[in-house]
């Protein structure tokens, strides 16, 4: 798919994977929007040519529909926009000396007034949404041992908005906190006995 020519944004990361490995995990479209720390989709609907989604921009402060289309090979992941000020998205992946780079490019028209509305729709996302996805790929294999990890974070927690995710793994955390806090308030216990 040819992209269009005009204004882009760049954001990109080196991670210790392989080549094949991040190509694979970049295919599932759904998965990586819901890494994004500031879109809360609040519909996906799968279609043929690629997908349609609702989603409330955080960062943005604004409400965002889109229909997508897919289409890439070679490492390259084309997603075309049927609305909207952004034309595409390519994810690409590349070889790298230590691993894997991943680059994702938003494409827009060339807009010449800075005084222009429609400046308000390009994504200020990216940067944040390039490092979830580093730290979401990072933290996978660091935890691929630990059962259940994956279902986890992927399945469960990728459903949620970001704010609810932020609470519940906040929640996750002072639990466990309190809990080793009741072991060590036992274990002086035993020994002051």
């Known amino acids: 798919m040819e992209v269009p020519a005009g204004d882009s944004a760049r954001a990109e990361t080196v991670l210790p994977l392989s080549v094949a490995e991040l190509a694979d995990f970049v295919r599932d479209a759904e998965r990586l929007w819901r890494l ?10 799968p279609r043929e040519d690629g997908f349609a989604y609702a989603a409330h921009d955080e960062l943005g402060g604004r409400d965002v ?6 289409g890439g090979d070679n490492g390259r992941l084309t997603l075309r926009y ?6 595409a ?6 070889a790298a000396a230590d691993g ?7 494409h827009y028209p060339r807009i010449e007034d800075p005084q222009d509305p429609r ?37 469960f ?37």
């Open 89 to 94: 998205t390519e994810i690409i992946v590349e």
């Open 36 to 45: 994004n720390p500031h879109l809360d989709i609040r519909d996906w609907r």
């Open 65 to 70: 529909e889109a229909w997508v289309t897919v």
């Open 157 to 193: 927690l990728l459903h949620m908005a970001p704010r609810s995710r932020r609470i519940v793994r906040l929640l996750v955390w002072i639990s466990v906190l309190e809990f080793l806090v009741f072991l060590g308030a036992v274990a002086v216990l035993r020994l002051a006995s």
């Open 119 to 155: 400046l308000a729709e390009v994504d200020r996302t990216l940067v944040p949404w390039v490092a979830a996805i580093r730290r979401h790929l990072l933290a996978r294999r660091r935890w691929r041992w630990l059962p259940g990890w994956r279902w986890w974070n992927e399945r």
């Open 100 to 106: 894997a780079h991943l680059i994702v490019i938003d």
């Open 82 to 87: 049927a609305t909207g000020l952004r034309q």
